[in-house]
C-alpha cells in the first residue's frame, strides 16, 4: 500500500474520524505528551489537588494553610478583657503572655526575659494546658 493511499483516523468519542497525516499525527503528539506529563508525574509522586476532588469537597481543603496560626486567632477571638482575668489567674513568672500578644517571637522573648529558646516554649506549652484548662471549667 503507498503512504499516499494510507488512511488516518482518530477516535472521538465512539466514531472513528478520518483525517489527514498532519491532523493525525498532531493529534497523537499532542496525546502522548499528555500521557508523558502524566506518567512522569507519578514517578515523581506529585498529585494534584483536583485529584481529591469529590462531589462534596475541594480537594485543595485538605492542604493545610502554613500562614494561619492558629494560637493567635483563638486569641483574636477571646474577649480581651476576660482573657486577661484569665491570665492574672496563672501563674505567668516570666508574662510571656504579654510578650506573645505584643507579637514576639520565641527567640525574641528567650533574649529579652534571658532564658533559652527552649524553657520559652516549654513554658509556653504549659500555659497554654493551664489556659485550656480554665477554658474548660467556663
Not at 500521557?35 to 515523581?44: M, S
Not at 500578644?101 to 500555659?127: C, D, N, Y
Amino acid at each position: 500500500m503507498d503512504t499516499e493511499d494510507k488512511k488516518y483516523y482518530i477516535r472521538l468519542k465512539s466514531e472513528r474520524i478520518e483525517v489527514t497525516k498532519e491532523v493525525y499525527e498532531a493529534y497523537y503528539s499532542m496525546q502522548r505528551k499528555a500521557a508523558y506529563q502524566t506518567e512522569r508525574d507519578y514517578r515523581h509522586d506529585l498529585l494534584y489537588y483536583d485529584a481529591w476532588d469529590s462531589e462534596r469537597t475541594n480537594g485543595a481543603e485538605y492542604i493545610p494553610d502554613v500562614n494561619f496560626d492558629t494560637e493567635n486567632e483563638a486569641l483574636k477571638r477571646l474577649d480581651r478583657e476576660d482573657f486577661w482575668k484569665y491570665i492574672d489567674r496563672i501563674d505567668n513568672k516570666y508574662h510571656i503572655c504579654r510578650l506573645i500578644a505584643m507579637g514576639k517571637t520565641e527567640q525574641e522573648i528567650s533574649e529579652i526575659i534571658g532564658i533559652s529558646q527552649q524553657a520559652v516554649s516549654k513554658a509556653k506549652r504549659r500555659l497554654f494546658a493551664k489556659l485550656k484548662k480554665i477554658f474548660e471549667k467556663n
